[in-house]
């Protein structure tokens, strides 16, 4: 095997090796975030089923639908009363945290589609109710709708602390995720964060292999010139 060709076999087994995934506690974790707070939908809870799917739009011009598996997730603040969510021994989410998102059941689940393209990672301040006995789970979903990823999370504890929460998220070593859900454990989320945007986009994979195969086929014809200069 000559050095160039060297070269590309190892460039190509590279570029398209299995992209890997991590399970992230920090909002920094996520390559150029944008946060969606939430807080333009701090009315009274609201049906998420009732007017999906839902679009969101922040102020960087980023599109996303919101939708439920069924009727019992909300999206808003908790009416006056109750006045407050409750969550176990992790306190409640009320009034105070403006507006955010509830499964509001122990099965339900919560869909974040991401309307202008693939990002790499995605995640949120996540809490959830401690004396529930399902799974909280997040999932990470490419445009094909199968299962990128996906983490059970039941190591949050907000020492009884309300309105509080931890970051929990899924990031990938490439642009894939489609969509991002939440389920059970009458979970709640805010300040949802992802990124890149599509304007900061950076070449997939497959793109990066397209491009190693023309370097490969530009040395080989540069080196089958030098040969014939040689032999001349």
Not at 69 to 87: E, H, I, K, R
Not at 130 to 143: E, G, K
Not at 191 to 220: H, K, M, N, R
Request: proline content about 5%; aromatic content about 8%; overall charge negative.
């Amino acid at each position: 095997m000559n050095k160039a060709t060297g070269g590309c076999l190892l460039l190509l087994v590279f570029t398209s090796g299995e992209l890997q995934a991590a399970l992230v506690t920090s909002a920094g974790a996520i390559s150029s975030p944008t946060t969606f707070d939430f807080d333009g939908y701090s009315g009274p809870f609201v049906s998420i089923a009732s007017a999906q799917p839902i679009n969101i739009v922040n102020g960087l011009g980023d599109n996303i639908s919101l939708s439920a598996s069924d009727s019992f997730p909300q999206l808003g603040t908790v009416p006056d009363p109750p006045g407050a969510y409750g969550l176990g021994d992790n306190n409640e989410w009320d009034a105070g945290r403006g507006g955010f998102v509830a499964l509001n059941s122990d099965s339900a689940t919560v869909r974040f589609d991401f309307l202008d393209g693939p990002v790499s990672g995605v995640g949120g301040l996540v809490n959830y109710d401690t004396t529930s006995n399902t799974d909280f789970v997040i999932t990470a979903l490419d445009i094909n709708d199968s299962v990128l990823e996906s983490y059970i999370i039941s190591d949050i504890d907000t020492n009884g602390a309300p309105n509080t929460g931890e970051f929990r998220g899924i990031v990938l070593a490439g642009q894939q995720i489609s969509a991002f859900t939440i389920t059970g454990r009458f979970g709640v989320l805010d300040d949802l964060t992802f990124g890149p945007s599509q304007a900061s986009a950076v070449p997939e994979p497959s793109s990066l292999a397209i491009l190693a195969v023309g370097a490969c086929a530009t040395v080989g014809r540069w080196r089958k010139r030098s040969r014939r200069k040689t032999v001349s």
